[in-house]
Structures are given as structure tokens and as C-alpha cells.
């Protein structure tokens, strides 16, 4: 048990409170600041109304008038706040504990993972930006390898290596984990399907009192209280997702266009169809191996792209030497002035090209699920950088004497002796490039699928010692027919290389913008940091696209065409998907109706456990009154089961069911809310999922029984979702007993708050006094028992309603077409959530339901 601290915020003032674990720093009115805390608790209703626990703008002149001041508040204590206490690693990566051993192979495995796209770019970089400004000097040379230089220097390293990895959500990394990073600080999530206990995971910490905490509050505050800002942050997350997926089209094509281009220096006869045919015989096979999972693959590439930026390194030393050494000026930024005057223009034209050396950096971030953030940085800086700063040094100290081999710049510079071991070993790493990108596509769709925003799809688990390493065999099949269209429609690298650049900036674009809202609402940094951030790279990245986009006629618009045809598959599944939960949310049935009912629901009990699938989180479906006016009978025990992705990363597996009785325990009906994280993946069958639901209900029976053997104030039991009883002691989840005294309660132990009757599925510990509390309540806890075993030996059959939902006829045109036709069509052809379970078609019982809106 626990006391339900649900508060309400008053309307004109007074404490608006956040969720955190401890106690936490709140805004308080100055004319309101002795209210007792008491005056905000309410009972938890069923109703779906229940206020919110971030801060609240409030809309009167008197509020706006008030002077405000942050207080130190006791801790929140709310109803499902105990579920939560001892979810071990939540918070917790993979890879906190490995071992340094472990931390070597990782680092060794990046290469072939993380880092073949930012590996392969001296294969084109420079090609790309000397066909929009040819050399006519030395000078021009040097200022475009300055320009490459810092251009690695400042988006990879600093920005990325040195800031962006460490706003990762417990290890996970790409555009959707910085959403979600951000829905568990701020209630931004437009679906409205949050619980207490999901606020409980992912609370507020306790900082001192500083001006950074108090512009987080009032950046929460404005963000709560605004849907419109809201939306906007939703549609920002989608652009940069629909970037993502769209690099992973154009990265493949890119890299191995340019890899193969190399034959056409070593064979004089080597035309640009027959370099088109062997890409797509190599695309063919890149995806047809990406099947065996991150760790098989990136053990046999690791070794690959280590010979790589070997050779890289290499030759780049082997032109200095020979060449021209002069090129280390160029570390000298005032060359970068140098060739924008001789150039003007052109040199902008350029900046797209130049974009190139640091495209794969997204790839670094949005794959850090796979590895350790220490493995990726200590391999970029002390590995990666150093090869490409040689290989970038070399191209430019040979075509300081060779002018007219821009076209193939990189295979030109390879020494004769070397060519066709080099060209093997990039082709290599061009395969394994690609690949860079399609595991990021991977990572952020399955990231997005779980926070309701693109439809569900198949996944496999690649990996049984990390949870984060998938496969998507339609998107992976996908990004090959895109590629292949790609390849064969535009031959041109120099206008792939244009989209590589147009699908790379939208990422860094929207990647800036929310590391920036991290900054401000969860690491509180100083505002001078922030904005010297957000200007410098916001303002780079915009430079870059303004090239980019002046060349978007080109070609390079297919790639833009394609974002936003998923940019609007994802908004519209959203749309849908909200729209379909508050419909059912609205039309849920009353309690009174079940109680009017009686215990057998108007019809007949029979033997078994039904378990109705429903999205929705509190409240009795409105498809289960279809359900009774449908069948002849209804199951003797009822479960309304309902899936649900909350914003962390994994929620383990003994914390994985919140229970609670739905009417009074006459009726045998029960909620069951099945908790997965968006890096879980649900790999159990129909027989494992019943038998761990199962025993997770025996125990929250057993606790059951155990709490209202406890209950000594004589207000009697309350068996429905809205009732309460009241009790002086409080069971975790462990069993463990704590009185009211204890500091987790201590600001509550005079209040008399009510307490509510959920409880988890863990296995409750009796205390020295246990025993003796049992047993007025052993032969009931018995009957129940013997009642739940004997349903589930009559069998378990699976109630799935199918709620649909269609616009009114008086909505407007572009409702009903993304209603009826685009969001039914992605419905429909969607993976269900029960597919998952491999249920067999004897246990499944589906009746269909439609809802106008």
C-alpha cells in the first residue's frame, strides 16, 4: 500500500510540483506559500482526468502578477510510486560494467559498425567539391583543405564525440531517444496513455537552487502548458527521423558508387554502366548479409576497416613525403578566407562537398545503442581522426602537383604498387559504410515504433548478450529497392553526393536543436554555454545547407521528396493513433453500468481466463460492452491486458506487470498493464506470456490479501479502482513493511492521505508479524487462489477488439483522407501487437468495433 499523492494544482496560484524521487524545488506564489500540503491531495479516479504532475501555466492576471520563488517541497508519493521503487536497471546501460577487455573488443567492433561511413569519405569528398570550383592554384587546394580540416574538427569531434554522445537515454543515442530523453523530464507526449509509475521511473533529481533550475522550470512550464509547441517538438523529432531513413537510402549508393569508381582509373576500359551494374551486384549482397546481426558482422568487418584506416593513414604519409609537405598550412584557417576570395561563388557551391568528410557522424550517435559511449569516443579520437587527417593531408600534397586529377582524387593519389589492394579494401569498407546507416535506420524506427509514431513492423533480436541489436526485414529490403533506384536513375556521384548532403543536415539540424532543449531543461548549464552551441554549430549547419539546397534541382530533390513522404507516414500514424486513443478514452464504460450488471455481467460465466487486448491504461474498454452483447457467454475470470511502451529504455522482467481489481472481487475482473521499454523486444510466446502473467497475478493476490489483513483504521474494504482504503503501513515491492514514519512517508505520516490497492507482481516477503495479520483473510485469499487456478486449467483465450476509426461526415476533406484512407491503410497493413505472441487461432476471439471522430 501506499498513500496516493496525486496533487491538484490550484487554479490561481500556489504549488505547481514536479516529479522526482526525492524532494524537489518547486515554484511557489509568494501570497500563497503557507499551504498545507495536504490541500492538494485527491484520489486518483478512473475517469482518465487525473492532473497533471508538471508545472502549469495559468491563464489569470493575478498569477501572472505574482511574485514567485522556488521552495523545497517533501517527496511526491504517488499511487503506483511503490511499483517503481525497485525496478532494477532502469537507468542502467548494458555496458557499465564491462570489463576493460570487453571495453577493447568493443572499441574494436565501432570500426566496422559506427564508423565506415565517416571512414570511406576521402573516397569522394574532394571529387564532390573541386567539380564546383576547379583548381587554379595551389592556394585553392590548401584553402579547400582547410575547409575539410575544421569541417572534421568541429562536427565530429567537438560537436558530436565531445557533447552530443553524452546525451544519450541511458545508452541509447538518435533523434527519437533525445524525444524520449525529453518526454521523461518534460509531459510533452502528445499520447496521453502516462501513469504515475512512468512519472516514478523517470522523476526529476534534486539539484541546489541555482538561475539555470529556475529557467528549467519555466522552460517546463511553457512547454506543458503549450500544445502548440508541443507539436512543433513532435515535428521537429519525425524530420530528422524521415533524415535518418533517408540517409540510410542515400549512404549505400554513395559509398559504393564512388568505392567501384576507383576501376575506372585502374582499367582504362571500364565504362560508367558497367560501374553501375557491379554496385548493384554489391548492394545485393550488403543487404542480403545484414540479416546475421550487428555483433557477427562487426567481428568479420572490424579487422576490414582497422586495415582501412591503416592504409588511409599510410598513404597519406607516403604522399607527404613524397609531394608536397606544404600542405600542413593548412591548418592555418586564414586559407579558408583565402579561397572564398579567389573563388566567391564557387567556394559556396563547395560547402556541400566539404559536408562530406563529416557525414557518418549521426551514424556515431544514433548506433551508440550498440556499444559503449567510451568505446566510440576513445576509437574516433585516437584511431579514426587521426587516419582521416593523414588521408585528407595526402589527397591535397598530391594534388598540389597534379591539378588535373580532381575527378578521382583519392585512387589517383594511390601509389601504382599499391592500387588494387587499396581498391579491394575500399570496396570493403564501402560496403561496410553502408551498413553504418542502415543499423541507424534500424535503431531509430524501432525507437519511434515504441513511442507511437511509425507503424509497427517486424523485428528480429540479433543478439542474445544486447538487447539493442535488431533486424527489420522490411526496412531492410526497403532501403535496398530505394538504393537500387537510386543508383540506377542518378550515375552522377557528384548529385548523389548533393542528396548525401541535403539528408545529412537535416539530422545535424535537428539533432542541434534538441541537444540544445537537453542543455537548458536537463543538464542546466550555464545559458552562455547554450547559446555559444547553438550558434556555432546551428549556424554552420545552416551555411552548409543553403549549398546544398542551391543544388537541389540537380537531382538531389528525390531524396527530399522521399523525407517528406515519411515525414507524413509518421505524422499521420501519430495523428491516428492519439486520436484512436482519446475516442476510446471518451467512450469507455461507466462503473456503475458493470455494477448494475451484477457479478455475472448480465450473461453467463464460463469456465476460463479471458485476456481482452485494449490500448487503453485506466478505465473499462467500450469494445468489452461489445463483447457482452456479442457472445453468448464471458469468461469466469476477465483480464483486460493493455501493452504499453513507457520512456525508458528497458523495464526488466520482474517489473514488468502493474495489476490491479477492477469492480469488487466478486466479479473476478483484473488490469493488467504489461510495461516494455523502447529497447525491449517482446520475444516470448503465447504459453511463456499466460504462465509469467499468471504467477504475477497469484502474487498480487497474495499481496492483496496480505494488505487487507493489515488495514486497522475500520473503514472497511474497497474492492473497485475508485474506492480506497485507508492504512497506516506501506508493503514495497520487495515485501519489505515500512510504517508511515519512515522518510520515504515522513511529510505524510500525519496527513491520513488514502491509499490505494495496486501493488506489482513481485513476491511479497512476510515480516516477523505477518503471519498473524494472515489469517483472517487465508480462506479468502484460498477461494481466490483455487478460483484463478481452476479458470486457468478450463484455458486462456485471447479477446482482441479491433477499434477502428473513421471521420465524421461533417469533417473536413483533409481529415477524412488521413483518416479513412491513409491511417486505415497504414492500420491495416500494420504488424499487430499479438502477432508478436504467435497465438494459435483456437485460443483467438476478435470482434471489430468502429468509432466515429
Known amino acids: 500500500m501506499v498513500v496516493d499523492g496525486s496533487e491538484r494544482e490550484k487554479n490561481n496560484g500556489g504549488l505547481t510540483s514536479m516529479d522526482s524521487i526525492e524532494s524537489r524545488w518547486v515554484f511557489q506564489d509568494e501570497y500563497d506559500s503557507d499551504m498545507d500540503s495536504a490541500d492538494h491531495a485527491t484520489a486518483d479516479g478512473d475517469d482518465g482526468s487525473t492532473p497533471r504532475n508538471g508545472l502549469e501555466s495559468d491563464s489569470d492576471d493575478d498569477d501572472d502578477n505574482a511574485v514567485r520563488k522556488l521552495i523545497r517541497t517533501g517527496p511526491r508519493i504517488d499511487s503506483f510510486d511503490v511499483d517503481a521503487l525497485e525496478v532494477p536497471g532502469v537507468q542502467r546501460n548494458d555496458f557499465d560494467d564491462v570489463s576493460t577487455g570487453r571495453n577493447i573488443l568493443l572499441a574494436f567492433q565501432t570500426l566496422g559498425v559506427v564508423f565506415g561511413d565517416v571512414g570511406t569519405s576521402p573516397l569522394y569528398t574532394f571529387s564532390v567539391m573541386f567539380s564546383k570550383a576547379p583548381v587554379n592554384g595551389n592556394e585553392d587546394v590548401l584553402g579547400a583543405l582547410s575547409l575539410v580540416l575544421y569541417t572534421l574538427i568541429l562536427i565530429p569531434l567537438v560537436k558530436y564525440v565531445f557533447i552530443v ?59 506543458e502548458a503549450s500544445l502548440t509547441l508541443k507539436k512543433l517538438l513532435l515535428m521537429l523529432v519525425l524530420a530528422g527521423t524521415a533524415m535518418v ?67 588511409l593513414g599510410g598513404i597519406g604519409i607516403y604522399n607527404l613525403i613524397k609531394y608536397d609537405s606544404r600542405v600542413w598550412k593548412a591548418f592555418n584557417p586564414v586559407h579558408i578566407y583565402y579561397y572564398f576570395k579567389r573563388n566567391s561563388t564557387k567556394a559556396w557551391y563547395s560547402l556541400g562537398g566539404c559536408l562530406l568528410c563529416a557525414t557518418g557522424s549521426e551514424a556515431m550517435f544514433a548506433d551508440l545503442c550498440y556499444f559503449s559511449v567510451r568505446s566510440v569516443q576513445l576509437t574516433f579520437a585516437f584511431l579514426v581522426l587521426p587516419c582521416l587527417l593523414l588521408g585528407y593531408l595526402g589527397q591535397a600534397a598530391y594534388l598540389m602537383e597534379n591539378h588535373a586529377d580532381t575527378t578521382q582524387a583519392f585512387f589517383s593519389s594511390v601509389p601504382s604498387g599499391a592500387f588494387w589492394p587499396v581498391f579491394l579494401i575500399a570496396n570493403v569498407a564501402a560496403l561496410i559504410a553502408s551498413r553504418a546507416m542502415t543499423t541507424a535506420t534500424f535503431s531509430c524506427i524501432k525507437q519511434s515504433t515504441a513511442l507511437g509514431c511509425f507503424p509497427r513492423l517486424k523485428i528480429i533480436h540479433t543478439s542474445r548478450k544486447f538487447m539493442g541489436q535488431i533486424y527489420i526485414p522490411v526496412m531492410n529490403w526497403f532501403l535496398l529497392a530505394l538504393s537500387l533506384v537510386m543508383v540506377c536513375s542518378i550515375s552522377n556521384i557528384y548529385e548523389i553526393g548533393n542528396a548525401y548532403g541535403i539528408a545529412e543536415l537535416g539530422v545535424m ?20 554555454i547554450v547559446l555559444s552551441f547553438v550558434v556555432i554549430f546551428l549556424g554552420l549547419e545552416l551555411v552548409f545547407f543553403s549549398s546544398v539546397l542551391w543544388s537541389v534541382g540537380d537531382g538531389s530533390w528525390i531524396i527530399l521528396v522521399f523525407a517528406v513522404v515519411l515525414f507524413f507516414i509518421m505524422y499521420i500514424w501519430n495523428y491516428g493513433s492519439k486520436l484512436k486513443y482519446e475516442t476510446e478514452v471518451k467512450q469507455k464504460m461507466s462503473m456503475d453500468l458493470l455494477r448494475e450488471l451484477g457479478p455475472n455481467l448480465g450473461t453467463i460465466r464460463a469456465p476460463g481466463i479471458g485476456l481482452l487486448y485494449n490500448e487503453l491504461a485506466k478505465g473499462i474498454p467500450a469494445i468489452f460492452g461489445h463483447f457482452l452483447t456479442t457472445l453468448p457467454a464471458v469468461h469466469s475470470m476477465i483480464i483486460f491486458v493493455c501493452i504499453k511502451y513507457v520512456p525508458v529504455p528497458s523495464v526488466p522482467q520482474n517489473e514488468r506487470f502493474l495489476f490491479r481489481r477492477v469492480c469488487p472481487r466478486s466479479y473476478h475482473i483484473f488490469r493488467c498493464i504489461a510495461r516494455y521499454g523502447y529497447k525491449d523486444v517482446r520475444k516470448e510466446n503465447h504459453q511463456a506470456f499466460e504462465q509469467l502473467l499468471i504467477e504475477s497475478l497469484e502474487k498480487f493476490i497474495r499481496r492483496d490479501a496480505q494488505e487487507r489483513s493489515l488495514e486497522s483504521d475500520g473503514n472497511g474494504e474497497s474492492d473497485s479502482e475508485e474506492e480506497h482504503t485507508f492504512s497506516r503501513v506501506l508493503v514495497a515491492p520487495n515485501g519489505s513493511f515500512y510504517s508511515l514514519g519512515v522518510p520515504l512517508l515522513a511529510d505524510f505520516k500525519d496527513t491520513g492521505k488514502a491509499v490505494m490497492e495496486e501493488s506489482t507482481s513481485e513476491e511479497l516477503k512476510p515480516g516477523p508479524s505477518s503471519e498473524s495479520l494472515l489469517s483472517d483473510a487465508e480462506q479468502s485469499f484460498d477461494k481466490e487462489l483455487s478460483f484463478l487456478r481452476k479458470a486457468k486449467e478450463s484455458g486462456v483465450v485471447y479477446l482482441l477488439g479491433h477499434g477502428n476509426i473513421r471521420a465524421k461526415k461533417s469533417s473536413w476533406f483533409i481529415k477524412k483522407l488521413f483518416i479513412n484512407y491513409f491511417y486505415a491503410f497504414l492500420r491495416k497493413n500494420c504488424r499487430r501487437e499479438i502477432a508478436s505472441l504467435s497465438v494459435p487461432h483456437t485460443h483467438l476471439m476478435q470482434v471489430g468495433m468502429t468509432y466515429m471522430v
Not at 541509447?172 to 533525445?178: K, Q
Request: one cysteine or more; charged letters at 15%; proline letters at 4%.
Open 245 to 311: 531513413i533517408a540517409d540510410g537510402v542515400v549512404t549505400p549508393a554513395m559509398s559504393v558508387m564512388s568505392a567501384v569508381g576507383g576501376l575506372r582509373v585502374g582499367v582504362s576500359g571500364i565504362n560508367q554502366d558497367q560501374v553501375v551494374m557491379i554496385s548493384v551486384a554489391f548492394l545485393v549482397i550488403l543487404f542480403s548479409v545484414q540479416k546475421y546481426g550487428t555483433s557477427k558482422v562487426g567481428l568479420f568487418v572490424g579487422p576490414a576497416l582497422f586495415i582501412w584506416f591503416c592504409s
Open 165 to 223: 554522445l553524452w546525451a544519450n537515454d541511458d545508452g541509447e543515442g538518435g533523434t527519437f531517444a533525445l524525444y524520449s530523453l525529453l518526454c521523461r523530464h518534460v509531459k510533452v507526449n502528445l499520447l496521453p496513455n502516462q501513469l504515475p509509475s512512468d512519472a516514478r521511473i523517470s522523476g526529476f533529481r534534486l539539484k541546489v537552487p541555482s538561475p539555470e533550475l529556475e529557467r528549467s522550470l519555466k522552460l517546463k512550464e511553457r512547454l
Open 509 to 528: 539540424m535537428m539533432t542541434t536543436i534538441l541537444v540544445t532543449i537537453v542543455m537548458l531543461l536537463i543538464w542546466q548549464i550555464n545559458i552562455i
